[in-house]
Structure formats: structure tokens, C-alpha cells
């Protein structure tokens, strides 16, 4: 059966086990498939579940339909396996590279292909210093192109992140950026970027903050943290205008959120109602001191994060976030990644996927309907959910839907 308590979409987890099928040897080449109708009956899911799956095997090259006679196994095709470097130095320290980089293997569209990565770097080892060596052995190893998630919380990261990049333009090897850009705003570059729109979901977990009546709001952030924090805080004071809400310089707070003194500077400077964090693991750590000072969440102040790592849920208080998809973004990288290879002058394209909003205990309000009504008053006009991407749910996956924005800036 299909579905149960598996949070992966269910016409991915059709695709696998039938995908499993086919390399078990259970049908051959040429043998054609159950109908549509009998998976249904079989696999206890619904027509369109089944529809994707097959269609997602057919981009696979796994099998071929045919008109007005079914699906069949198609006979394999040698193909030039590609290999595809991971140039990403968070990987094993930031949850959601895992998830990513889980989303290119398994896409249908890799499976003739091989990524390829690096050790850890050591104890002596900088992050920067690794990743240098790191460029230097796939431009050696001439590898078909690079999935690239620059450099972010060190000093000179944006001079170490631009020459990483034109080290491997300059050996001609297509490059696809994951979550951030190269070179900070309002600077663009020429690569592909896949991720969200980070701006976006700076504004909407704001807004369900204000939505609850909440108007002293900080923002916290990690200093020199990547541009995807910098696009976060930006929304965030741009749901503030929006709401008609002072909108001060200093509510946006960069600091160690383990560091005890620095958040209870932070929070007797602000006298926050609630914060938005620039990510779930500032929230783990900053929820972690604020309980060590003795405030309790959510009734002295509300907590909210984005991205919603394995661990949100697990938290002392449950924490309100926007889920990121990332097995998507990892499978539209891939995507975004060949058709790079094979068509190198394709412009610019920033491709971005759609969030989730996950509600939890961490921001419950305890303020009356009506109060948040008279405090909502003189916003402007925004459709509840509506144009930004973003629905509320409880627990659930977000859609595979994405957008492409193209770009022909250099």
C-alpha cells in the first residue's frame, strides 16, 4: 500500500517501487506493465498517483507507452554516464543539503548518471581552503558539470565564492546553484540558481505572526550569514510596512543565539513579542538560551523559524516554520543541471519552489479574535494565501509545483 504515515509524495513512493520492480527482474524488456487500473487496485492508491508514477518512469527512460495498447518495459539504451560534482561545504553540518542532494540520486532523470563528492574537511582543514581543493580535483577530473552551494559565516566569503565560480567557468564546466547566489545582492551572476524565493518566506512567516496580533517582532540571524538571509530579513521588514508596523533598523539582530548575554541584550533591547528566525537552526538554538533565561514559549515570546529540518518537530516546543521542499529542489537541480549541459546558452534561470507554512506550538497566540482584528486594522489588502506561494497545513508535504524566472543578465 501507498501512503501511511511516509511524508514523501505518493506518486514518488508508487515510482519506487516500481522502479524497484523493474531492477528486480520481475518484468523483463518488452513485457508490458499492469494497466493503470490494476496498479490502482493493487498499490490501494488513486488514478492520478499512478499517472505520475508512470509518467515519471517514462522521463526516466525505464519505460515507453504506447497508444491504445499500454505500457511497456523499454529495452535499456547505452548512454555516456555524466558525472556531477557536489561542491557543498555545509554538507553534513546543514540539514537540508542531505535532503538535496537525496532528491538528484533518486531522480528518474539521474539514473544513467553519477554524482561525486568530497571527503569532509578535516579538523586543520579550513571550509575555504577545502573547497578549493575541492574545485581544483573535479576541474582534473573534467566532470560534465558542478552543483554548487557557496560559502557562507566566514570571513571573505564572497571573494573565496567568486573564484570558485570563475575557476570553473574558466575550465568551461557548467555550474547549478543551490539555495544562494554567488555574489551577494542586488548582484545577479550568470548561474543557474535553484532554491526558494527567500524574500517570500521572509514575508509570510512574518505575517502569520502578525496575523496573530504579535506587532514587536525581531529578526535573528547568525553574522555573515549567506545571501538567502539577507532576501529573508528583507521580507520581513516588508511585511512590517505592509502591516503598518514601525519598521526599525535595529529589530534585526545579528548575533550568536547560543551566546546567553547577547540574547538577553537582544531581548531587552527589542522587548519582542515574538521573533523570526532566519533559519530552524537559529530557532533551535536561540529557543534553547531564551528557556535557559526563563522565558517561556510561546507565552512571553513566539518563536518561528524556515526551512522545517527533521528536527523542528522535536524541539522542547514544537516549532512554527515554512517547510522547504528539498527532495524537489534537489530533483529540479538535476533537471536544471542537464539541460544546462546539453544546451549551454540557455539564459539565466532562477528556478523556485514553492513553501509551506507548518504550524506548531511554537507561536501560539493567546490574544483574542478581536483583539488581533482591531490590531490588524489599516494593513494593506493581502489575500490570505493567496499570490504568494504559501498555504497553511499542518504536517503535510508541500506540491512539486515550481517556477522559473529567466534572466539575461550576465
Known sequence: MIGGRSTTPKHRQLYTALRRALESGRWKPGDRLPSEADLVRQYGTSRITV???????????????????????????????????????????TEIFETICQGMMTSPLA???????????????????????????????RVS??????????AGKDEVNERLARALDDAGIPLVLLDRTVVPYPHRGHHDLVGI???????????????????RLAFVALP????????????????????????????????????????????DASRAEAIVCANDRTAACLMQTLLALDYAIPRD?????????AFAHLLPVPLTTLRQPMRQIGEAAMAAML????QRDLPTRDILLRCELVVRQSCR????????????????????????????????????????QWSDAG
Not at 82 to 88: E, T, V, W
Not at 204 to 212: C, G, K, M, S, Y
Request: aromatic residues 6%; contains cysteine; neutral net charge.
Open 51 to 93: 499517472g505520475r508514477a508512470m509518467r515519471d518512469l517514462q522521463e526516466g527512460g525505464l519505460v515507453e507507452r504506447r497508444a491504445g495498447s499500454g505500457t511497456y518495459v523499454k529495452t535499456p539504451v547505452a548512454k555516456d554516464a555524466l558525472s556531477f560534482g557536489l561542491l557543498i561545504p555545509d554538507l553534513g553540518e
Open 365 to 404: 497566540s493567546e490574544r483574542t479574535g478581536a483583539a488581533a482584528a482591531v490590531l490588524g486594522a489599516g494593513r494593506m489588502p493581502l489575500a490570505e494565501g493567496v499570490g504568494f506561494g504559501f498555504q497553511p497545513n499542518i504536517e503535510s508535504t508541500s506540491s512539486v509545483q515550481h517556477s522559473e
Open 339 to 342: 539541460g544546462r549541459v546539453a
Open 224 to 267: 555573515r550569514a549567506a545571501s538567502t538571509v539577507d532576501a529573508r530579513a528583507a521580507g520581513y521588514r516588508e511585511a512590517l510596512f505592509a502591516w503598518n508596523v514601525p519598521v526599525d533598523r535595529s529589530s534585526v539582530h545579528r548575533i550568536n543565539p547560543m551566546e546567553a548575554s547577547e540574547v538577553r541584550a537582544m531581548m
Open 197 to 215: 524565493d527567500n524574500r517570500r518566506a521572509g514575508y509570510v512567516i512574518t505575517e502569520h505572526l502578525l496575523r496573530q496580533g504579535h506587532r
Open 111 to 141: 539514473r544513467e548518471h553519477v554524482l561525486v563528492w568530497g571527503s569532509s574537511h578535516g579538523a586543520h582543514t579550513s571550509k575555504e581552503q577545502w573547497a578549493l581543493q575541492l574545485c581544483g580535483q573535479y576541474i582534473a577530473r
Open 145 to 154: 558539470g558542478v552543483f554548487f552551494a557557496p560559502l557562507e559565516l566566514i
Open 301 to 309: 515570546v513566539g518563536l518561528v523559524g524556515i526551512d522545517d529540518v
